[in-house]
């Protein structure tokens, strides 16, 4: 699986923005989908999950009730709704895939970054 993210860019504080990961192959659809974002001088964390068939999602509690992750497996195509971002919310974010749903799973795939700019 290769995965593409995209929808990045600089925006202020209290502003929304949709990233989208579109992904290559036939069995997207069997894939657990997350996003991760890395911060300058940070360690990666985990954002959000969504399992194969969107019916369990997972969240970090800085990110819940703001962010939402979708998916369309017609589309091969996962997103990140972000609304209220915050300055914190500046970083890199990464899509990934794993046969696994679970924050603490390995990931197996992963894409590019898409950067994010929270201004204040």
């Known amino acids: 699986v290769q995965l593409q993210a995209s929808g990045g860019g600089l925006v202020q504080a209290g502003d929304s923005l949709r990233l989208s990961c579109a992904a290559s192959?036939?069995?997207?659809?069997?894939?657990?989908m997350g996003w991760f974002r890395q911060a300058p001088g940070k360690e990666r964390e985990f954002v959000a999950a969504?399992?194969?068939?969107?019916?369990?999602?997972d969240y970090a509690d800085s990110v819940k009730d703001r962010f939402t992750i979708s998916r369309d497996n017609a589309k091969n195509t996962v997103y990140l709704q972000m609304n209220s971002l915050k300055p914190e919310d500046t970083a890199a974010y990464y899509c990934?895939?794993?046969?696994?749903?679970?924050?603490?799973?390995?990931?197996?795939?992963w894409g590019q970054g898409t950067q994010v700019t929270v201004s204040s």
């Open positions: 990934a895939a794993n046969w696994l749903f679970g924050r603490f799973n390995e990931w197996t795939y």
């Open positions: 969504t399992t194969w068939n969107a019916q369990n999602t």
């Open positions: 192959g036939r069995t997207f659809g069997n894939y657990a």
